[in-house]
């Protein structure tokens, strides 16, 4: 079993950066792939990036040159830093582990393939 604990949400004015991390627990073999999705009122929840245990990274083709995903190993902690941020952005980001060894390669990243979720954060993005 995996827990997860995303952090990081607040409220900020356009252009403004945040990072969100995520503290996760439980074997390795259960999180072969973590990601962010993120999800706005009245509309379904999308991926925003992925992280495979080798390291590899991908990004929604739109978010790729704003937001950056790093971890740190030895804290079980995932990182989502967010540059220049949009109203657009605003959403409840959600912080998701998969014991798929394959759920990382799939773009746009499938939510039924996560089994573990955090209670997620809600970043405000305001003009």
């Known amino acids: 079993q995996v827990q997860l604990v995303d952090s990081g949400g607040a409220s900020v004015q356009a252009g403004g950066s945040l990072r969100l991390s995520c503290a996760a627990s439980?074997?390795?073999?259960?999180?072969?792939?973590m990601g962010w999705f993120r999800q706005a009122p009245g509309k379904e929840r999308e991926g925003v990036a992925s992280?495979?245990?080798?390291?590899?990274?991908k990004y929604a083709d739109s978010l790729k040159d704003r937001f950056t995903l790093s971890r740190d190993t030895a804290k079980n902690t995932l990182y989502l830093q967010m540059n220049s941020l949009k109203p657009e952005d605003t959403a409840m980001y959600y912080c998701?582990?998969?014991?798929?060894?394959?759920?990382?390669?799939?773009?746009?990243?499938?939510?039924?393939?996560?089994?573990?979720w955090g209670q997620g954060t809600q970043v405000t993005v305001d003009s």
């Open positions: 998701a582990a998969s014991n798929i060894v394959f759920a990382c390669r799939y773009w746009p990243l499938r939510r039924a393939d996560f089994g573990s």
């Open positions: 439980g074997d390795i073999y259960m999180r072969q792939c």
């Open positions: 992280i495979e245990v080798n390291g590899s990274t």
